[in-house]
């Protein structure tokens, strides 16, 4: 079985952020994962692009009803009609995440992955401090400073 | 309608996040409001006991299928059977979210609640830098130093 | 724990079918058990209406995220923001459904509760056939004429 | 966008609800529409080897949170771990549904898609009867004789 491996990110990207997840993509590919993300514009549609580009699968998990609302760059869109908790269907699928940038819903993929015991690789994004209850205390995400890095995180050579 | 208020915070708690929970619990019970949480132990535990000592109504969102599993201050245990997603049925529900302490699973119902732009108190909890992307950008989590001023912050004096 | 019933029906209720699901609420209420139904109107309105008549407790899981939308009989709202996903929840936590009339939803919850194992009893309701797959066999719903039947099916006497 | 048709059947098929599953999938694929399926045995695995075996595109949406618990005639599985309610999922994502043998669970996907608008074929299954309630009435199931006959009404020509 191929490996999955999650990107997410903001859906509203700056042009660092697209270039990145871009990167993200492409390499992802090239080593054989299926991309899944969350199916819409931003960061999601640059890793995308950049995994189609590179021949890769790319599965895109939309917030609503509507498979129209994918970008086009996905090889399969899934409608799934749970608004944000599509996010939790994007942690329980993937093998590891990688997030590009991000913001609050970024963050709550970052977190729910973390709560799943999956390996998170943080790229341009958010700096979390250590979980403040001691009982809480595990694994955290890993901070990277290239695509190339990011993916050595979440895609360990054999 | 009554207000509805989600409690969250670590499965395991610290003495320190139990007693600050069960304060918060029973403040919102003598504001009116219905308490929800993720009804089990340690913080959803003493929130939910806060409440109930105070004749409160709190509703235990448990991640699986068994009823059973609540802990025995809920009024309602709903079983959801959505693993960690029941995160996001918690914070569907709400009108604004308290957290106290937290570990991963904690952060993403504060994430998810700040995506729907909905009021969060943090108390003895992440200390969560500004999101990363400026497109990302919008209001934050409030951070409180007591249970009464975390109450305050969600249930504004009218 | 107190017994957990599910009532089900359509969101538009012929009087006959209102009447039934008012009946059937209150009998659950003065029975001890706790209420559970999609939360909006016709035979959900009117079992919550029975049921609070009975100073029961009545628990609307509603299928989007406001919970304003729950009918005014409820004691608790939960907006789960599931779309009609929500039904699979109201059969997850339920420890038995009845169901008075129905239409395609409805349908929907009694073939999740069957296949969850659990008793459904149907009143002025489906006239299923039997599985048309032997492999998919299994104990099927039970067809009542009367509130009082429907509740005896669901809350057998100690 | 190409056209999502799911597939939907008991997970232990008799051989002829397999042959005629196996025979809906190679048709769908040979039209060029992805296949989308519960992901594991049975009928959900005739369809997918059918469909793949016509070098088509299958996706299997899993109600756990392993991967490796999908057929391996699989495009692309995604883990929901939603356990049940992941069928609605997989109406929420196809453009129709057909439906080949079926216990409780292809009737809850059965109703799911009635109930939400979608153009449902039934294949050597379920003889429904017309729903009880006048107020829920609405369009039914078309029931088939054959896999053309099911995917001409699901994917009529242009």
Redesign the interface.
């Known amino acids: 079985?191929r490996p999955?491996i999650a990107v997410a990110?903001?859906g509203?990207?700056?042009a660092r952020?697209a270039e990145l997840a871009r990167q993200v993509g492409g390499l992802l590919a090239r080593r054989g994962a299926?991309v899944?993300c969350g199916g819409l514009g931003?960061v999601m549609e640059a890793c995308a692009q950049g995994a189609r580009d590179a021949d890769g699968?790319v599965?895109g998990?939309l917030p609503g009803?509507d498979?129209?609302a994918g970008n086009r760059h996905l090889?399969?869109?899934?409608?799934?009609?749970?608004?944000?908790?599509r996010?939790?269907?994007l942690?329980?699928?993937c093998d590891a995440l990688i997030a590009v940038?991000?913001?609050?819903?970024?963050?709550?993929e970052v977190?729910?992955a973390?709560?799943?015991g999956k390996t998170v690789a943080l790229l341009?994004?958010?700096?979390?401090?250590d979980?403040?209850?001691?009982?809480?205390?595990?694994h955290g995400p890993i901070r990277v400073a290239t695509p190339a890095e990011a993916v050595e995180v979440v895609l360990p050579p054999a």
């Open positions: 079985m999955c990110g903001p509203q990207a700056s952020e299926v899944v931003g699968m599965v998990l009803r498979r129209g090889s399969v869109a899934v409608a799934t009609g749970l608004g944000e908790l996010n939790g269907i942690v329980n699928t940038g991000g913001g609050w819903g970024t963050l709550s977190a729910l973390l709560r799943a341009d994004g958010w700096a979390l401090p979980a403040p209850s001691a009982t809480a205390a595990g």
